[in-house]
């Protein structure tokens, strides 16, 4: 069983910074993938927009509104993904949900948090 975790949202002002980490507990599995999705205020899950994306060997893909904003990063290690957010902008208001593909010994497994808000506000 994983249960990924994530944590570090909160209420920043526009121009403002905030990372989020999110943890893959649990034990005897592989995490290939780890990407952040978001989803804005009144949409539904079928609306989750890719935010960033990253595989075990590093390789690291990003939504083209992000850009030059924000970094994904993870240790693999520890099962841990982070987004280091720069420069918010209000239009980044959004719940960000991690999401983990990978394997244990006998099945591939898809994954998701619960969700951290991110508002930027003044």
């Known amino acids: 069983q994983v249960e990924l975790v994530e944590s570090g949202g909160g209420l920043v002002q526009p121009g403002g910074s905030l990372r989020l980490t999110c943890a893959a507990l649990?034990?005897?599995?592989?995490?290939?993938?780890m990407g952040w999705f978001r989803r804005g205020p009144g949409k539904g899950p079928q609306d989750n927009e890719l935010v960033a994306e990253i595989v075990y060997g590093g390789d690291s893909n990003y939504a083209d509104a992000v850009k030059g904003r924000f970094t994904i990063f993870r240790e693999n290690a520890k099962n841990t993904v982070y987004l280091q957010m720069n420069n918010l902008k209000p239009e980044d208001t959004a719940v960000y949900y991690c999401n983990a593909l990978g394997e244990d010994a006998v099945r591939s497994f898809s994954y998701w948090g619960q969700g951290t808000q991110v508002t930027a506000s003044s």
């Open positions: 649990g034990s005897g599995f592989t995490i290939d993938y």
